[in-house]
T-cell receptor
């Protein structure tokens, strides 16, 4: 079982809906990540939070809005998505994201998102 | 040149054989190297990580790193059908981003 918990496991939403993906970790990690993975493709980085501050935004469209309420929680707010946004959304955490950090990412089980 | 390159496979080996998975990377400032295993429909699972040149062994798995050649490999000894999965090479680059290769699909035949 993973120590990074994502909810919901599956989500179906229409293009006019607003929904949120949630991620929680209790390992004391200070860096948290959102990745997007399409079928038969590798995970692609979307956002990185380090010490609750957004440190990397990979030019993600504004219909995806991340939020880090505290060091254990990470949300991804979704609004006006397109069918091509359907994918597996993966949350991950690591102890740190500082320069020279060698610490591996631990992934949650993901949320399978379908946009209709 | 792609940032992280892997042969997409599929790589097919008989049960009990050694599976050899390879990865090259372009960023010479890359600091850390990881191998993840991903079963179909599941999330990536960390298998090995390596930071220094040379070999690192953990059970049936051995990671090898050659920074001069910008090359990382994963050897799986005594391959089992349960090892059948996609293996993702990931590189922590100088821009503090973890970048994945496209993955190699491994099939271990009973």
């Amino acid at each position: 079982d993973t120590e990074v918990t994502q909810t919901p496991k599956h989500l179906v939403m229409g293009m006019t809906n607003k929904k949120s993906l949630k991620c929680e970790q209790h390992m004391g990690h200070r860096a948290m990540y959102w990745y997007k993975q399409k079928a038969k493709k590798p995970p692609e980085l979307m956002f990185v939070y380090s010490y609750e501050k957004l440190s990397i935004n990979e030019s993600v469209p504004s219909r995806f809005s991340p939020e880090c309420p505290n060091s254990s929680l990470l949300n991804l707010h979704l609004h006006a998505l397109q069918p091509e946004d359907s994918a597996l959304y993966l949350c991950a955490s690591s102890q740190d994201q500082a320069a020279g950090s060698h610490l591996p990412l631990h992934f949650g089980n993901g949320t399978r998102l379908t946009v209709t | 040149q792609k940032e992280v390159e892997q042969n997409s496979g599929p790589l097919s080996v008989p049960e009990g054989a050694i599976a050899s998975l390879n990865c090259t990377y372009s960023d010479r400032g890359s600091q850390s190297f990881f191998w993840y295993r991903q079963y179909s429909g599941k999330s990536p699972e960390l298998i090995m990580f390596i930071y220094s040149n040379g070999d690192k062994e953990d059970g049936r798995f051995t990671a090898q790193l050659n920074k001069a050649s910008q090359y990382v490999s994963l050897l799986i000894r005594d391959s089992q059908p349960s090892d059948s999965a996609t293996y993702l090479c990931a590189v922590f680059r100088s821009n503090y981003k973890l970048t994945f290769g496209k993955g190699t699909l491994l099939t271990v035949n009973p």
